[in-house]
């Protein structure tokens, strides 16, 4: 079957999804990633590998990480960066999407990084520059709707490659709102593609998808249960923005089944890594004393973020 996102030499054309994605490219990215980790921490300063390049970022959804991580990743690969502000751009009054692409192609861009609150703004413009012969541009997936999240999904596995070394030895555990969760979809796309013998999903039923059997994971509902022995806690925020209708009694009662604690994690490996993709909602899905204490790689992750964006804009489009 075509996968979008490779070209025909079976090279990373557009990053669009992990789900897919070879498990050799995968891992590319992360090998990439890592010499990329003495930039994102600055101990080097720059790298010419994208100079004479034009990145634009079209963030159509609120981005604090995502967004501030692609420009410094960009910037240090010596590239031009762009970021369209949308609120005051042409979109506003009406323009359609791939409009706004085109006019931004006229101004010699060469890589998109798009976020979208609909699933699979993405896929359309890179399909529509396929199609209208312009392969040179690239497409950076940066979060569609409900849909993937792919380099947070990587940067992700960058984190726990990190400090766990070898994913075919570990029992993850992914928590919370995973129904509206483009995070928790890339995440365990990932981890299943990178050889995890035991993804475990811990949730309520109503914020758990239906096909969820399907994924190839243990559900649990019980998160004290879900958690016993595990070596990773993955954290997912409460998507509010996305539930239609009332999923949850209150947040206070959420927090108390599955908001994670100390005690809860006690119920963890003690050299168990916690991570969250942030934004947090502290005292909902995650204590503070936990996002704070000694097993959370929170702020790391964004971090190793830069380094993984630098990774994969460097296979797209480097020199
Ligand atoms: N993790 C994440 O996507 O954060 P932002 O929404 O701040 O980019």
Known sequence: MHNPQLNKHGELQHLL??????????SQILDIAAPFTEVAEREVKKLPLLRGKSVFNLFF????????????????????????NVSTSSTAKGETLLDTVDNLCAMQADMFVVR??????????????????????????????????????????????HYKQDF???????????????????EIAALTTLGVPEIRVIG??????????????????????????VDV????????????????PS??????????TQDKLAL?????????????????????AVADGGNAVILPQVTFGIAVRMAVMSMLAGS
């Open 168 to 186: 075919t030895k570990l029992t993850v555990a992914v928590v919370g709102d995973v129904l509206h969760s483009r995070v928790a979809r890339s």
């Open 61 to 84: 959804e609120n981005s604090t990480r995502t967004r501030t991580t692609f420009e410094i990743a960009a910037k240090r690969l010596s590239a031009d960066v762009i970021n369209l």
């Open 17 to 26: 999804t992990l789900d897919g994605l070879p498990k050799a490219i995968l």
């Open 204 to 229: 309520p039923k109503t914020l758990l998808p239906t096909d969820i059997d399907r994924m190839g994971v243990h559900v649990f509902h019980d998160m004290r249960e879900g958690l016993k022995g």
């Open 116 to 161: 979208h609150a609909s699933s699979g703004a993405p896929y359309l413009i890179a399909e529509h520059l396929q199609r209208t012969g312009r392969d040179h541009i690239h497409v950076v997936n940066a979060g569609d709707g409900r849909h993937a999240h792919p380099t947070q999904g990587l940067l992700d596995m960058y984190t726990i490659r």
């Open 268 to 288: 963890a490996k003690p050299d168990a890594i916690v991570l969250h993709p942030g934004p947090m909602n502290r005292g909902v899905e995650i204590d503070s």
């Open 251 to 260: 947040s206070q009662e959420y927090f108390k089944f599955y908001g994670l």
């Open 233 to 248: 806690v993955m954290m997912l925020r409460l998507q509010n923005e996305r539930m239609n209708g009332a999923l949850l």
